[in-house]
């Protein structure tokens, strides 16, 4: 069942967002949390970086896996999520660099291929608590473009065009925006117990629109959050102005 939190701003809804991992942390130090990128979860980080400063929580004994990662980027290169992920979290918080994961994609098609399947096994036997995710103007969850099975695991995505226009605006030109990731399937974010997907701004109000609207179809991914049994999404007013 969809649980809707309803705030004012970004600020707020990263406060929200983050009070339920951060309790979640709290009740639980051995969590496994589905981690996301992005600017929906900066906020949520920044304010668990400050629970952590103020010792309310510690990521000692926390796990870590990332929704995705592009194909082909290194790690250093400042817009590869592991780059984001340690650069708004993990360099902050107590966190062992061996409990976190992150889908890697570099190397030869076969290479990809092994790292694709040995992340999906990963996932299998490891069971999250809790799954962050934001949501694309075309209901992307991950990188699960419109048309993605329900059924779909960890696989390489070639990314839809409009996905690399969105995210041009990080690159120096359209050319060095990556043409594929590697993502966690909808199956895989399904298996997850809990689930909170965040979305603000005015950009979103179609996405959010249609994901309340309980219409269940594979041409908006995010709908298959509907056959979850705990999902909490978090909107802010602008996100919510079609509602």
């Avoid at 990521?59 to 592991?82: A, C, H, M, P």
């Avoid at 360099?91 to 992150?102: A, F, M, P, T």
């Avoid at 969850?141 to 696989?155: D, L």
Wanted: net charge negative.
């Amino acid at each position: 069942k969809m649980k809707v939190i309803r705030c004012k701003n970004y600020d707020e809804c990263s406060k929200a967002g983050a009070e339920i991992f951060s309790k979640a942390i709290e009740n639980n130090p051995n969590i496994i949390l589905g981690l996301a990128t992005g600017s929906s979860p900066i906020g949520i980080y920044k304010n668990l970086v400050k629970d952590y400063q103020d010792g309310k929580i510690s990521f000692k004994d926390v796990k870590t896996y990332n929704l995705d990662e592009y194909v082909g980027i290194s790690r250093e290169n400042d817009q590869s999520y592991y780059y984001f992920m340690h650069d708004n979290l993990f360099n902050h918080v107590d966190i062992k660099e061996q409990n976190v994961h992150i889908p890697s994609a570099r190397g030869t098609e076969s290479e990809i291929k092994a790292q694709c399947n040995a992340y999906n096994e990963a996932l299998k036997k490891a069971s999250i608590d809790i799954q962050l995710l934001g949501i694309g103007g075309n209901g992307h969850i991950g990188f699960n473009e419109p048309g993605t099975s329900f059924e779909q695991e960890t696989f390489v995505v070639t990314l839809a065009e409009r996905t690399r226009e969105d995210n041009k605006r990080f690159f120096n030109s359209i050319d060095e925006v990556p043409t594929h990731a590697i993502t966690m399937g909808i199956k895989n974010i399904m298996n997850a117990k809990k689930v909170v997907l965040v979305a603000t701004g005015a950009n979103k109000q179609e996405a959010v629109k249609k994901l309340l609207s309980n219409e269940i179809t594979t041409s908006f991914p995010a709908s298959a959050l509907h056959m979850h049994k705990d999902v909490v999404v978090i909107i802010d007013e602008e996100a919510g102005k079609m509602l």
